[in-house]
């Protein structure tokens, strides 16, 4: 059984109405999306202070920018995207506000963690393979993985979304990963 998700052509037109400047649709989208968005900025930044302020500024950058959203994915991964961006920023202004003195005899012994030129361009090689093998799956397989894997839900909830039972979205999922890691196969 093909599990597909109910609110998929609520999500264009919302978007299409939000886009030609209707407001309460881009509020309706926002509310409808900030529980995962809440989540997803909470597992990258692991604290509360700043989840809110990072959601807000996704949704006010969403907000600025849903004209240019194409509609190739979901609105939903389109936001978690400009979130993604957002906690970059935030994360690389935050290491220059934080200092951390250490005596000299433990400069020594800290590692180097930065990323080589080479390990740099291969994570970026990988990044973008998995993001052109995810663009081939089908829409509703994309979002069981994305949902699981990025957002952090549970196999319920998403299985409740698609309209399926939790053991089929187990197989559909498991399915869906050996075909990603069979076109991954030259980076695993």
């Not at 690389?92 to 000299?104: D, L």
């Amino acid at each position: 059984m093909l599990c597909e998700p109910k609110h998929i052509q609520n999500d264009e037109s919302l978007v299409k109405a939000a886009a030609l400047g209707d407001s309460e649709a881009l509020e309706r989208l926002f509310i409808l999306n900030r529980d995962k968005l809440v989540r997803f900025v909470r597992s990258k930044t692991g604290g509360q202070d700043e989840v809110e302020d990072l959601v807000q500024e996704t949704f006010i950058q969403a907000q600025l920018s849903i004209q240019k959203f194409q509609g190739n994915s979901k609105f939903s991964t389109w936001l978690i995207g400009i979130s993604y961006n957002i906690i970059r920023n935030y994360l690389n202004r935050s290491v220059h506000k934080k200092y951390n003195f250490v005596g000299g005899e433990y400069l020594d012994e800290l590692k180097d963690t930065r990323k080589t030129p080479e390990e740099e361009n291969s994570a970026n090689q990988l990044m973008a393979s998995l993001n052109a093998a995810l663009d081939n799956m089908p829409n509703d397989a994309k979002d069981m993985i994305l949902s699981l894997s990025v957002d952090g839900q549970t196999y319920e909830e998403v299985a409740q979304r698609h309209g399926c039972s939790v053991s089929a979205l187990k197989s559909r999922v498991f399915r869906v990963r050996q075909a990603l890691r069979v076109q991954m196969q030259d980076y695993l």
